[in-house]
């Protein structure tokens, strides 16, 4: 073989060599464009996930609140038929009735406000009347005249009250 014809094909080897490590780079690049691609849209998926489960829980919740809010002034008229009846026996067949509903309301996560001799807290109580009372410190809810209601931390219904205020 000539001189010439092993430097042309030891230039064909060189630039085969070159364009291997050319393709080898560029498909190194591509691997990791996918790679960064795969990552962010598996990323971008669990934020769907997470957001559709928000979403779920807060509609769930919504239509519960939505629910009781329609429910409370039969239990209203439940508490107020309660102190009107003399009849135990009507009394107990009431009492019986209003514990299921409010058990039903325990266990979607409703429950009654407890108000009476806290603190007056403008968030959870509306206040409608002052009293005086020194055996109280002041702003002590006195007394209830409607019941209110939270779901889970979420107010429902406030409850109404008198505050003791001594000035």
Do not use: W
Request: charged fraction near 30%.
């Amino acid at each position: 073989m000539k001189d010439k014809d092993k430097k042309h094909i030891d230039e064909k080897s060189e630039n085969k060599a070159e364009e291997t490590k050319l393709e080898n780079v560029e498909a190194k690049s591509k691997e990791s464009e996918y790679l960064e691609l795969a990552q962010r849209i598996k990323a971008e998926f669990e934020n769907y996930k997470r957001r559709n489960a928000e979403i779920a829980t807060t509609s769930y919740n919504n239509g519960i609140a939505v629910t009781v809010e329609k429910l409370l002034p039969a239990i209203d008229s439940f508490n107020q038929a309660k102190s009107n009846i003399t009849d135990d026996a009507v009394l107990s067949g009431i009492d019986l009735i209003y514990n299921q509903m409010m058990k039903a309301l325990n266990e979607l996560n409703v429950h009654k406000i407890d108000c009476l001799g806290k603190v007056f807290d403008p968030n959870l109580h509306n206040a409608v009347l002052v009293g005086k009372d020194e055996a109280y410190p002041d702003d002590t809810v006195l007394e209830e005249y409607q019941s209110g209601f939270m779901l889970g931390d979420k107010v429902i219904r406030h409850s109404t009250v008198k505050v003791n205020r001594l000035n």
